[in-house]
């Protein structure tokens, strides 16, 4: 198989290459600067540009890119940041498997749980409706700029990522959340009984490679089967960590440091469940967030 991959260099983009290198899987990265070996494809979302004939006999292109949303703070430049490094590339990517005679026939796009918007203790389906806020505007468009290759007759499945990566080394999702934890200043934020849809970078990554064969298009929840509230989540992490989780951050600070950010980011609640995916015949290796708290502990 000849994978074309964005984004190789990211938090989940990393674990995606050390999968697909597991599986004898090699991927060709896409990169915005000249090439420097036949394993990279040179691009510039920027300016439109992306040589069709680069892609030629691709069996499969992933797009995991998009600016962090872990950068503070979201200034109305920065939101313009976020919103064109998803949107410009995935138009572009959309735009140029369209106009190809035999394109790539699998696109696997990168997209959010953000989707959803903040949606209290209501389960989440692919099925379920858009929300409301910067986020879930920013997933529609998102998802919305594959429509070109779709109409080609690409198999596109937007894959709509879990609001929590957690990442045994932290990462740029649980990052700081970790390491709160492990320093004993670990703790709810806010009332915590807000729904996080977490999943590990190894599933994650799994799930990615299973997609690439699987009969799914459309979205996918890209989320561990069982969401839990974000204070069973720290208190789980912390407790595998063997570290205290008891110094709540109270909302109104949140909001007062992060601004709107606290409610898009860390208090919004979205139990979105996987259905697409277990049906698909996926097997999770860290089901629960106990699974995934020994998994980095182990490794601690």
Known sequence: MRVVLAGSHGLLGTALTHELAQRGISAQRLVRRPARSPREIPWDPVLGRLNPADLAGVDAVINLGGASLARLPWTASYRRTIVASRVRPTALLARTLATMPDPPPVWLQASAVGFYGNRGDEILTETSEPGSGFLADLVRRWEAATAPAEEAGVRVVQLRTGSVALAAAGGSSSGLILRAIRMGVGGPLGPGTNYWSWITTADHAAAVAHLLTADVAGPVNLTAPHPAT??????TLARALHRPAVMRVPA???????????????LSSQRAVPGALEDSGFRWQHPTIADAARWISAQD
Do not use: H, K, P, S
């Not at 109104?252 to 409610?263: F, H, S």
């Open 252 to 266: 109104t600070l949140l909001r007062l440091v992060l601004r709107d950010v606290a409610d898009e980011l860390l």
């Open 230 to 235: 974000q204070r069973e989540v720290i208190a």
